[in-house]
């Protein structure tokens, strides 16, 4: 190490994860990233994006300045201030003439990653007061959020499995090894899973692909894709059938089991091993198998969760583990506690039952043009070209894109381009790059890169499978020309509330000032909170209000973390359905389980795809990455050689790829790790439209594969896209 070069601690915020990473630094450049062995959560544990964090932090591509979009339709780069006085000019009078539906909100996957994209949107959709609110979410967890919310009265209640005490794991549609967990935050998941194995328990891996996970399981199942409700709801009927079901001290707080059994009467392992293509054998075996472990978790993931029975496949994994009395205890699958929660709610007075709450409402409102419910405050983004291309009163002409990237990770991507191309009045897009989405914004504001960033997960420390919490400042200040991402937000917030020019701490001050209002603490508070700005405040207020009762000091203190403890029974504390109980067969849910009874009868696609994860890559927004690219990491279809013979493929040649949105074309790989009548393409591609500044991604530009969905089919109680198990025809391309 030179004499010059120092060392900083860093949260890595690349994936869900949040490893522990040491920094390398030569004078304000990132040189070098290392797991961080001193962390008290991933151990040192690091995977190839975040030893990649200096390139990435360092990417030329990135943008410094804003950019504005002149009279003659380029983009140029400007000054902050010229920048937000133009969104202050344009916004506001555009929602005086228009009302507040004619903007829209699309918040993509990175904000989870960032500080300020945890902190700042609540408030710009306060500010905004629209409906029209769009986010990842319905391309990835939305079913899991609706069928907690359902369950448990809380959108947020999420159970993680208990990865480092379980006796027995059941995977479907989860490859953490190559995801490294999601919704399950993990660091170092492989070596969590070989732990497991190591203490002789036994993991069970449900995939159509013989994924690296699946390679590490006791037992693989090659299930047809789409079909995981179907599985699921044969794995519980078995275990009530053959009264195997026992939820123990769980039973007290349940409503509905006697309609459960009713309900999933029909879904025998024999009526369900055609539409599943696993034997019925295979699937008592496996109900068996979890209700004989002395403790055991379900865990279902994005593969089960972006099919046509997204919300049915969540609601039952936790139904399998409420039946197996697993859900809230020790090895099971349990609720985190982080440190910035709310602070737990007391059971009822002189009992162990949970206070009764709000529960949780779908379909508040509806969509303006398809009539699709709103799921926890938000439409499916399937639907954001329709609201901006269709005429008529309450059409979307403004549009604020927070770290989203849509054009590519939603369906029909070439209708949405068109859309915002020429059918906006004005767009905003925060991003650090010139992206297939942003490079039609007429203003384009870039975050600094990470390593000028404080970093704390607000988001994955509630789905973190050891209650702990850390937090790190900036490794490198921050450069001239670059304006920190809460300054950012801030002064987004006041443009398009008609307060530019007030001071960015305003609008921290207000949220200090409402969460103080809302916990009902004392306002002399504010004036103890500590913190070197206005998010280190607010982190500060909320860690005081936090169940631990801890201040920023002490984690200023702990560089590497502080351990809060393995995770603890709280179901009382987690509650807030109307009856103060499990709502196990809620109304909605008992509703759409008819959907599910007809697809018994369907007879199956001859060839449908499926997604696919890497572990170099996280969408579409790692792809500028230059030590990211190559070797594996690549954008090819994946198919098993029967069906790449009876198409007439060979290995390397371009295939044809149709569906119902269109075709596009890849190179094959043929391989006998995806079952026969799947093939697979990995999501976030197609890097080659024009008037982008990635010069890296446009070099190995992909295929798009949610241009093959014309972005019809959806989950309907989340509003979530079908993006596996989606019928194609595959030929060789001319």
Not at 526 to 535: D, Q
Request: aromatic share 4%; charged share 20%; hydrophobic share 40%.
């Amino acid at each position: 190490m030179s004499h010059d070069s120092r060392t900083a601690p860093r949260i890595c915020p690349l994936c869900e994860a949040t490893c522990g990473l040491t920094l390398t630094i030569e004078g304000t450049t990132v040189t070098g990233a290392r797991g961080d062995r001193d962390d008290i959560f991933s151990r040192g544990f690091i995977c190839p994006k975040g030893a990649s964090f200096g390139g990435l932090d360092a990417d030329p591509d990135r943008l410094r300045v804003p950019l504005v979009r002149g009279d003659d339709g380029e983009l140029r780069e400007t000054t902050w201030e010229a920048a937000f006085d133009l969104i202050a000019a344009r916004m506001p009078d555009l929602v005086k003439a228009h009302g507040p539906q004619a903007v829209g909100v699309v918040l993509g996957n990175p904000n989870v990653h960032t500080m300020a994209g945890s902190l700042y949107p609540p408030l710009l959709l306060a500010a905004l007061r629209t409906r029209n609110v769009f986010t990842a979410s319905t391309l990835d967890q939305m079913p899991k959020h609706v069928s907690s919310g359902l369950l448990f009265g809380d959108a947020h209640a999420i159970p993680v499995p208990d990865l480092d005490r379980t006796d027995h794991l059941l995977l479907i549609g989860a490859n953490p090894l190559e995801s490294n967990g999601s919704l399950c935050t993990a660091p170092d998941f492989p070596g969590r899973l070989r732990a497991l194995r190591r203490r002789g328990g036994t993991l069970t891996v449900i995939d159509p692909r013989r994924t690296r996970t699946a390679r590490l399981a006791d037992r693989h199942v090659a299930i047809r894709p789409g079909a995981d409700a179907l599985l699921l709801a044969a794995l519980a009927h078995t275990l009530i059938d053959e009264k195997l079901a026992d939820p123990g001290p769980l039973a007290e707080h349940l409503d509905g089991i006697d309609e459960l059994a009713a309900a999933l009467t029909d879904f025998t392992p024999d009526a369900v091993a055609a539409a599943c293509d696993v034997d019925a054998a295979t699937i008592t075996a496996i109900a068996r198998e979890l209700a004989a472990a002395p403790t055991a978790a379900v865990y279902g993931r994005i593969g089960s969760c972006t099919v046509e029975h997204g919300t049915l496949a969540s609601w039952l994994v936790d139904v399998l583990n409420i039946l197996t009395g697993n859900l809230d205890r020790p090895g099971g699958a349990l609720f985190p506690l982080a440190a910035t929660a709310r602070a737990p709610r007391a059971a009822e007075p002189g009992t162990r039952s949970a206070v009764p709450g709000k529960g949780f409402a779908l379909g508040r409102w509806s969509s303006r043009v398809s009539g699709h419910p709103e799921a926890k405050g938000e439409l499916p983004i399937a639907a954001l070209a329709e609201e901006i291309d269709t005429p008529g009163e309450g059409r979307i002409r403004a549009l604020v894109v927070v770290a989203a990237n849509p054009v590519l990770s939603a369906p029909d991507g070439d209708r949405l381009d068109a859309a915002l191309g020429d059918k906006l009045d004005f767009m905003v897009s925060v991003d650090p790059y010139l992206n297939e989405t942003s490079r039609h914004a007429d203003v384009v504001l870039p975050p600094p890169p990470p390593s000028q960033s404080a970093h704390f997960d607000f988001a994955f420390n509630s789905f973190a499978v050891h209650n702990q919490v850390r937090y790190t400042r900036a490794a490198v200040p921050l450069e001239d020309e670059r304006m920190d991402e809460s300054e950012i937000h801030a002064r987004l917030i006041l443009a398009v509330s008609g307060m530019h020019g007030a001071p960015p701490a305003a609008v921290d001050d207000l949220a200090v000032d409402t969460a103080l209002t809302r916990a009902g603490a004392p306002k002399e508070l504010a004036a103890e909170l500590t913190g070197e700005s206005g998010p280190e405040r607010r982190l500060d207020l909320m860690l005081r209000l936090g169940p631990y009762g801890l201040t920023l000091e002490q984690l200023l203190a702990h560089p590497h973390g502080i351990d809060l403890g393995p995770l603890k029974p709280r179901l009382t504390e987690v509650l807030r359905t109307r009856s103060g109980r499990i709502e196990l067969l809620p109304e909605p849910i008992a509703a759409d389980l008819p959907r599910l009874r007809r697809a018994l009868g369907d007879r199956p696609a001859p060839l449908v795809l499926v997604g696919r994860r890497h572990l170099r890559s996280n969408n579409s927004w790692m792809h500028n990455v230059g030590s990211l690219t190559g070797g594996s990491n690549v954008c090819t279809l994946q198919i098993h050689p029967d069906d790449a013979a009876r198409v007439g493929l060979v290995d390397g040649a371009t295939a044809r790829i149709e569906s119902a949105g269109g075709g596009i074309e890849a190179p094959a790989e043929i391989t006998d790790t995806v079952r026969s009548g799947v093939v697979s393409l990995p999501h976030g591609w197609g890097h080659s439209r024009p008037g982008t500044r990635m010069s890296v991604a446009a070099a190995h530009p992909g295929a798009n594969v949610n241009q093959l969905l014309d972005g019809t089919l959806l989950d309907p109680l989340s509003g979530t896209a079908v993006l596996n198990a989606i019928p194609v025809s595959v030929t060789p391309a001319r």
